[in-house]
C-alpha cells in the first residue's frame, strides 16, 4: 500500500472533500464553514485528515456513548464478524436475543419486547405503527421544536421547520406546545404553571384539531435538536395522563436521553413515567447503526400482519449493542453522568459569570446547553455569534454541537466515560475560545 495515500496532510484532506462534493448529495451538511475530514478515534478523541487532534464532546450526536473505538466493543464486533455477519429477522440469532434481553433488563416498567432497526428514524416509524395498530387510530401528537427522523413520517412530527422538506406533508399529525422554560411563553411562574399551561394545549389540540381519538402522542424526554430542552416538574405525569385519559398511547423518544446520559438510565425516569412504548437508538450501541422500540407484551402482540427489517438486529450489531449494555452496567455510567454533568455545568455558569451574553445553561446529567443571547434582558438569540464560537472551538480543538430553534444552542454530550480532567480541559478550551469572540 501506498504510505503516502494516508499521510496527514492538507492535501488529502480537500481530496476527500472533494470526492464528498462530487459523489455525495449536497443536503449532507457540516457544523463548520470549512469541514472536518475525521479519519481516527480513540477514547474521547479524534483526529482529522491533517493530523489535527480534536476533543470530542459531541459523540457523533450522542452516539459514541463509551468513546471512539471502545476495545470491548470493537473486539464484539470482530468476534461476531467471523461467526455469523447477517441473517435478517427472519431467523433466530443469539446476540439479537441476548441485545433485548439486556435492554429489558433497564427499561422501565413492563418494557420487555422489542423490535430492531437501523436507525432513530425507523424506531419512530415503528413506533407509531404500532400505536396506530393497537388503537385502532390514525391520529398522532407531537410537540413544536421536536425533532424525530428524517423519513417522510418521521419529518412531518417533526416540529423544526428548517428540518422539515418541502412537499413532504403528511395528514393526522397535530404539533402541541413544547415547554421551554427559559422563553416561556406564558410569561409566569414556569417551574409551577408551564407543565399545567402545557398540558392544557395538549388537551385543546386533541379538541380542536382532531377527531377527539388519538392513538398516540410522542415526546422527546428533553428535547435534543430543539436544544436540549427539559420540560418542567410534573410535564411528562400530566400528558401521561391526558392523553390515556382519551385512549391513546404514551410514546416517549429516548433517542439522545436514554442510556444513563441524564443521570438515570432513560430520561423519563426522572419524572416517574413509564411510557407505553419507548424508543431509543444513538447511544444504544456505542455508535454502531441500531434503533430500538421497545413496549409491553400486550401492545407488541397487536401486531399481527407480516413485517421484516432486513438489517435489523444485525447479529454484528447486536453483539455490539449487548457488549455496550454490558460496560455500561459495569462502569454505572449514570452516575458517571451525574457526577460529571454536575462538574461540566459548574464550569459553565462560572463562565456565564464572565460573559454575559451566554443566556441559559441547561439540562441533566451529559446532556447540558448553553444559549447565547444578544443581551440577557430581551433574550434576543446570537445565532451569529454562536456560529463563531463554533469556529473558534474548532481552532481549540474542541468538538460540540448546534442546534436551537433559532441556531443560537451550543450542545455538550461526551463520552459518559468522560473523565473530570477531560471535562475540565473542554471547559478551558471553551472558556479560550469565548474569550476570543467576546465584544
Known amino acids: 500500500m501506498d504510505q503516502s495515500a494516508s499521510a496527514p496532510t492538507a492535501q488529502r484532506s480537500q481530496e476527500i472533500f472533494q470526492g464528498q462534493r462530487d459523489h455525495l448529495f449536497p443536503c449532507v451538511g457540516h457544523l463548520y464553514k470549512e469541514p472536518i475530514v475525521l479519519v481516527r478515534g480513540e477514547g474521547m478523541k479524534v483526529w482529522d485528515a491533517e493530523g489535527k487532534e480534536y476533543l470530542d464532546f459531541f459523540s457523533g450526536i450522542l452516539s459514541t456513548s463509551l468513546g471512539h473505538c471502545h476495545h470491548r466493543i470493537v473486539s464484539a464486533i470482530s468476534d461476531q464478524a467471523k461467526e455469523l455477519g447477517h441473517t435478517s429477522t427472519l431467523y433466530v440469532t443469539e446476540p439479537q436475543v441476548e441485545a433485548a434481553r439486556r435492554l429489558a433488563e433497564i427499561a422501565p416498567g413492563n418494557l420487555t419486547k422489542s423490535f430492531f ?7 419512530i416509524d415503528t413506533a407509531i405503527m404500532l400505536a396506530c395498530i393497537h388503537t385502532g387510530r390514525s391520529e398522532v401528537i407531537a410537540l413544536r421544536s421536536a425533532y424525530h427522523g428524517r423519513s417522510t413520517l418521521a419529518t412531518n412530527l417533526t416540529g423544526l421547520s428548517s428540518w422539515r422538506p418541502l412537499a413532504s406533508a403528511l395528514p393526522s399529525i397535530k404539533h402541541a406546545i413544547a415547554p421551554y ?27 380542536a384539531t382532531t377527531n377527539g381519538q388519538p392513538a398516540a402522542f410522542l415526546a422527546e424526554t428533553i428535547q435534543g435538536a430543539g436544544g436540549f430542552v ?5 410535564y411528562h405525569q400530566r400528558v401521561a395522563e391526558i392523553i390515556r385519559g382519551y385512549g391513546g398511547l404514551l410514546i416517549i423518544d429516548e433517542v439522545q436521553a436514554g442510556f444513563g446520559r441524564t443521570g438515570k438510565w432513560f430520561g423519563i425516569e426522572h419524572w416517574d413515567v413509564v411510557p407505553d412504548i419507548m424508543v431509543m437508538a444513538k447511544g444504544i450501541s456505542g455508535g454502531m447503526p441500531v434503533g430500538a422500540t421497545i413496549t409491553t407484551d400486550e401492545i407488541a402482540g397487536s401486531w399481527t400482519s407480516k413485517t421484516i427489517s432486513t438489517f435489523g438486529g444485525n447479529p454484528i450489531c447486536m453483539a455490539a449493542m449487548a457488549e455496550t449494555l454490558a460496560v455500561m452496567v459495569e462502569e454505572d455510567v449514570p452516575a458517571n453522568a451525574e457526577l460529571r454533568g454536575r462538574q461540566l455545568q459548574a464550569g459553565l455558569q462560572a463562565l456565564a459569570e464572565r460573559f454575559d451574553w451566554i443566556g441559559d445553561i441547561r439540562g441533566m446529567g451529559l446532556m447540558t ?71
Open 117 to 123: 432497526s437501523n436507525s432513530g428514524t425507523e424506531a
Open 181 to 207: 422554560p427559559y422563553r416561556c411563553r406564558f410569561d409566569a411562574d414556569c417551574e409551577n404553571v408551564c407543565a399545567e399551561k402545557c398540558a392544557q394545549d395538549l388537551e385543546e389540540v386533541i379538541l
Open 230 to 234: 427539559a420540560p418542567p416538574p410534573g
Open 369 to 439: 446547553a448553553i444559549e447565547l443571547v444578544q443581551d440577557r434582558a430581551t433574550k434576543v438569540a446570537d445565532a451569529e455569534r454562536t456560529a463563531g464560537l463554533m469556529e473558534e472551538t474548532k481552532s481549540e480543538g474542541l468538538l460540540l454541537g448546534k442546534a436551537g430553534l433559532r441556531d443560537n444552542v451550543l450542545r455538550f454530550g461526551p463520552s459518559l466515560l468522560v473523565t473530570e480532567d477531560e471535562v475540565e480541559d473542554c471547559l478551558q478550551r471553551l472558556l479560550r475560545a469565548c474569550t476570543r469572540i467576546d465584544g
